[in-house]
């Protein structure tokens, strides 16, 4: 993969260690997904429900990929599966190399989700600590948080409660927060659902800001036009029960501003998407 | 209203709420609204006041004796003459048997509520016969404490417990288990320990709905006091209460009253007082405005 043109942002806040990672295994994926099968049990009488089938997904170590897909079709569970926060009914998940259980004691995964629930007796900068916190309270890096909080606009609301705060101020101190620790893996669910569209598009680029290329990123939306421009690649799923219909590459330039969503490319990519997305709802379009 | 609620502000600049005097004649508005605020403090005061003069006139006009209905003048002279002996022994008996009672009672309210929150089991065994013994008549069984733990100050603080601890249970369970199930998700998601998420999570976010609960308790705990008492004393606000009506002093049960009522006001204020100080965010949003 070629260099990342927001190294340098990401730099400030996670230094080298991309470069080392880079050179000890390049080519295994990061996340590694193989005919995984999830039921969820209902009443006794009801069966199962079959939220996710015969999924096959690989996530290399600095991709950005999003998962696009109608509600109810399986991507919070994909989500959650990676992270080791289910168990597949089926198949096998490896997280560079290991299991998700594994990898979650390992603390190597940041989730951020729709709504970013701070603890409304914390300003955002403690908000920004609970996970590190959690981890290991005597080794919280300070300067790292306050270097994200900047990062992402907030420099001067580290002393604010979330009450101070708008929904989109609230949601980039749940991106902080899951950031703080320096997690290995990004994943995040559907988070900027909850906030307005303009601030929805800011919160888009903040977001490769403080990405810079050094981590994956699973990023589950509703938003063609989002994945389109945030992403390396983006995965589009089928109803339930979920699987992977299409995996569409796209290759626009970064770094990504708003210019790029102008361009004629982005346009025409934006248009493969959605019909891959049409396809995936049984041609009944939206 | 030319408050601005800070939760309303969306934009990056309006959170300072610089702004917030452009539409709001400031000066003008302080003066009608601290009028307004002594106002609302005087209501009741003098709602009260003119109660009690309506009582005291009609009671001297038509002569009621004292023994029926004393005047607001003679409960106080019969708290006067009472101060300290005895009223001022009643009073420290009471208090110690309600504080006694309602610490007992968050206790085991809180420690049921922990149980009920952690385990499906205990919520199942522990809520029927929990529910089942508020419904209890606490005046039909108080002699029964009387039979097993007698005279002294053990049964009493043991009745106001029954009483205390059912609010308690309930709001502290509640507060518990109300975190979004994301929130704890969230914390999962990094591997954290049980008691990592109770004290970090849950407890601070129950904090509110136990204060709630405290609240509920302490009033309850001067009515468990007193029934207590009325089962077998020789002290106390309710036993002076009963036994000055047995020797016709009405004054002086009154009087005993008034300072029971003054109890449990005082030790509500200063619950609801410490409550504000320990979680200063709940109902916080109303109360804190941008304006300064
Ligand atoms: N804990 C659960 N128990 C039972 N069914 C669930 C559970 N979580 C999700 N489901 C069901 O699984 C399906 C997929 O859910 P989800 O992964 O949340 O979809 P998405 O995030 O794509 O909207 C839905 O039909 C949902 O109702
Ligand atoms: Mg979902």
Known sequence: MASRPNARAAERVSPQREDDARRSEPSSPAVSLRGVRVVYRRGAKQGGLVALDDTNLQIGRYEFVSLLGPSGCGKTTLLKVIGGLIGPTEGTVEIFGGSPEEALRNRMFGFVFQEPNLLPWRNAMSNAELLAEVIDRKSVDRARIAALLKAVGLEAFGESFPRQLSGGMRQRVGIVRALAFDPKILLMDEPFAAVDALTRDTLAEVLLEVWGGIRPVIFVTHSIEEAVFLSDRVVVMTTRPGRVLEEIPIDLPRPRTRDTRDTAEFTEIRRRVRQAVDRAQGNRGS | ?292
């Open chain 2, 1 to 292: 209203m030319g408050e601005l609620r800070s939760g309303d502000t969306s934009g990056t600049a309006s959170v300072r709420g610089e702004s917030a005097a452009a539409f709001t004649p400031a000066h003008a508005d302080a003066k009608m609204r601290w009028l307004r605020r002594v106002w609302n403090a005087f209501l009741p005061i003098l709602a009260f006041a003119v109660l009690i003069a309506l009582w005291q006139l009609w009671v001297v006009w038509a002569g009621v004796p004292a023994f029926l209905l004393p005047a607001p003048t003679v409960i106080v002279r019969a708290l006067i003459d009472g101060w300290p002996d005895p009223l001022a022994y009643d009073t420290w008996v009471t208090l110690q048997e309600t504080l006694g009672g309602f610490a007992l009672g968050c206790v085991l309210g809180f420690l049921l509520a922990i149980g009920i929150t952690y385990s499906r089991f205990l919520e199942r065994v522990l809520y029927p016969p929990i529910v089942a013994s508020q419904a209890v008549p606490k005046l039909a069984i108080a002699p029964l404490f009387v039979i097993w733990l007698g005279f002294g100050i053990l049964p009493k603080i043991i009745i106001t417990m029954t009483l205390v601890f059912f609010p308690i249970v309930v709001t502290t369970a509640q507060g518990l288990m109300s975190v979004d199930a994301n929130l704890i998700e969230l914390l999962r998601s990094v591997n954290a320990r049980p008691w990592q998420v109770f004290w970090k999570v849950r407890l601070p976010h129950a904090l509110p709905a136990i204060i709630s609960g405290m609240k509920i308790g302490i009033t309850l705990a001067v009515i468990g006091a007193v029934v207590g008492e009325w089962v077998g004393a020789g002290a106390g606000l309710g036993y002076r209460v009963l036994f000055a009506q047995s020797q016709l002093q009405t004054p002086v049960t009154y009087a005993a009253i008034l300072i029971l009522i003054t109890l449990g006001v005082g030790l509500f204020a200063l619950l609801d007082a410490a409550g504000r100080l320990a979680a200063p965010w709940s109902d916080a949003a109303d109360r804190i405005n941008v304006t300064m």
